[in-house]
């Protein structure tokens, strides 16, 4: 194929690493410029497609794109934005085709979850019906580690790591205090579906005791009688009681605990999160321990600070590898991770097929939670252990992560801004 | 005076530093030994002399002293237990000097908050009236910032590091998604009497725009037009708004915001935290901004992982700086960080008078509060900068950080458990 331009975008909710992923993309094509032109990237996501607002990383210095490496968040912003069919909404899928046509722009990376490899798929077949070359390729990331496919999503092992983290410090800080104060924590993660977050705080557990001692997965329907015995036993045994519960964990009938009247403000509003002073109320009018409750919400996915190493390799490595599939002539895929060993943790890239990645949910093996529905297993362990792996500090100035701010040029327009 | 045994206790709110401190009072008295024979920590702070469970340091190997100092919480148990006056409860006091007497014990290191200063200075006098010999030396601690006569407070500047960069992760986060998403954040952390650590939060803004574009300090009264008024001031200029609240921010009379009623749960009860939720919700009616809310608690004070190298030397300095003290015949003293320059940032460390900590509350100078009332000025900078300086990791293991777990072996009782 000619040499032409590229077009990335990061979509849905950001991670600590995503932008390490962008790091890859670009790095890698600013290696094969005999292929690749340049690397334009959408404001806002593939928003920045449709508004024909490209971000030229051209204009940004080789130091800049190496900081993308260490910078969370996403740096050319991200947006919620998921394009419906192309049947329902063709004049989307026109304008994209517009725009990519506009600019040369023969390659598309798609950096998200199940829906932007639904629309990277599209866009695939639809370039491919009328006719203009494009080379379509999916990057995975999301920190619910629920992609199909691939071993883990880039942006979950940073996540698990700061919730293990999270979770033996504030463990040890009850268990110090419990004789006369607190005894009671709850820490409420991420996962609104699955419990994979919530099932990575096992991991600060080494010894028999150690906390975790409960953890609320969406997965294991929640019993309160049951929950509340196992607190008290805790108590008992420990002295203290840890509990991380996923924002997911619900009732058998599906409702959320978050939503089940405790979360309701005073303005009748159901909260959002919420569910750590539900339960740790709840723990309070049953057996009257004391409590703390933390949610983390943004803070867990945007911990760079603690990075998985394991995480940023992996991100970047797929960004890598998402240039190396368009330049060798890939198209409606997306490079995935292939665990080849769980101890030494070997992995190498693979790849699967955009048509069978979209819109497939993955979720937690029944096998990786424990048969009171309260902890993880052997097997949950072997799998979680090596993605929180190792650490990749950022670089500090006046005792600060410095985090990359980039120019964000956008290239001048070329088509009406109606559409 | 003659070779004798020390009793160090940790009191109240345990912090990221407290056993650096720790580390510095055995290591020193170690190599001290023609002057201190053992140290014995109390088990659960002054409870443990109370209640004659002494642990014995000496059975802990050079390896696992080593370890407290990357250790967070307290190694050894806190409590919250303050001592009435002497007059209240002399039983007490002279059950301290009886425990005392029966381990010869005569070196007595608490490691607190005003609280603490108070009781060490009471036992002093009391020792002192009995003739029975003791120094008795205090060691500050506290992330509240709010001890007189020193610059600043171990466990402080971690908690101020923690916080100003969980601003700067989770800012990017939400700058990079408000165009369709969520565009307010708000993160409680810790403070009920003064704002230091929320002022804190506003290291994290490098340039104007940045975030955190509001700060609630309970020192600065709640008007809630004009934090409404500049809520929107943010969102228009910078995209969204993000406000770092004190727990303890109040109206003018004095409540709390998180009593005033969005406060309350399900089942009448006040939370505990919760001003964040509150302040959120608030936001929402006013204005239809979609918003996240994050509760730190006690992950802000026990996150060793990114403690404050300035903060977790100065931890341990202080208590070795409070044995070389006693040894050197003082009492009823506490060692203090005395600030010699801004920039370079330098200290030494001084000497306070119990008799004039005790009690003594340190609030925040007016002139570190921006005219505004939400942010903080240029001097407030100055002085908080430096706390926050260098990293100081611990060791991993398996990707989780190795803190260290004592024997905690007790003492042989030498007196009745009745008293």
Redesign the interface.
């Given at each position: 194929m000619a040499k032409a331009n590229a077009f990335y975008a990061?979509s849905g909710?950001?991670t600590?690493v995503i932008n390490a992923t962008a790091c890859g993309v670009i790095e890698t094509a600013r290696k094969n410029r005999d292929t690749i032109a340049k690397v334009y990237a959408g404001r806002?996501g593939i928003?920045g497609a449709l508004n024909e607002e490209l971000i030229d990383t051209s204009k940004e210095g080789t130091k800049a794109i190496a900081g993308l490496r260490q910078?969370?968040?996403?740096?050319?912003?991200?947006?919620?934005?998921k394009l419906k069919s192309v049947e329902e909404n063709a004049r989307e899928y026109n304008r994209l085709i517009d725009v990519f046509k506009a600019h040369n722009i023969r390659y598309f990376f798609y950096n998200g979850g199940g829906d932007s490899q639904d629309t990277a798929n599209k866009v695939a077949q639809l370039s491919a019906s009328k006719g203009y070359e494009m080379q379509c390729i999916g990057v995975p990331k999301t920190v619910d580690n629920d992609l199909p496919f691939t071993d883990c999503c880039p942006g979950f092992g940073s996540v698990a790591?700061y919730v293990?983290?999270?979770t033996?410090?504030?463990a040890?800080?009850?268990?110090?205090?419990c004789?006369?104060?607190t005894k009671i924590?709850v820490?409420e993660v991420m996962g609104r579906h699955a419990g994979w977050i919530a099932a990575a705080a096992g991991?600060?557990q080494?010894q028999k005791g150690d906390a975790p001692h409960i953890i609320l997965l969406p997965e294991v329907p929640f019993q309160q009688a049951k929950f509340i015995r196992k607190v008290k036993e805790s108590v008992k045994d420990c002295g203290y009681c840890v509990i991380v519960v996923s924002e997911g964990a619900q009732y058998k009938d599906g409702t959320f605990l978050a939503d089940s009247?405790?979360?309701?403000?005073?303005?009748g509003?159901t909260?959002?999160?919420?569910v750590?002073?539900?339960i740790?109320?709840l723990i309070?009018?049953k057996t009257g321990y004391k409590?703390?409750?933390?949610?983390?919400?943004?803070?867990q996915?945007?911990?760079?600070?603690?990075a998985?190493a394991?995480d940023v390799e992996q991100a970047y490595a797929l960004g890598k590898a998402a240039v190396e599939f368009a330049v060798a002539g890939k198209t409606a895929v997306m490079p995935t991770i292939v665990r080849t060993s769980d101890k030494p943790y070997r992995w190498k890239i693979g790849e699967a097929k955009l048509s069978r990645v979209a819109n497939v949910e993955r979720k937690m093996p029944k096998n990786f939670i424990s048969s009171d529905g309260f902890g993880i297993t052997a097997s949950a362990r072997r799998y979680l252990?090596p993605l929180?792996?190792?650490?990749d500090?950022p670089s500090?100035r006046?005792?600060?992560?410095q985090?990359v701010r980039l120019k964000n040029e956008l290239v001048k327009k070329r088509l009406p801004a109606k559409w």
């Open positions: 990061q909710g950001v600590a806002n928003l910078t969370p968040s996403g740096a050319f912003g991200s947006c919620r934005y790591k293990a983290i999270s033996r410090e504030a040890l800080d009850v268990a110090s205090m004789e006369t104060s924590f820490l991991l600060a080494e009247g405790a979360g309701k403000d005073a303005f509003h909260q959002l999160g919420g750590a002073p539900m740790a109320e309070k009018s409590y703390h409750w933390a949610v983390a919400d943004y803070l996915r945007a911990a760079r600070h603690i998985s394991t252990a929180i792996a190792g650490e500090y500090y006046d005792g600060l992560p985090y």
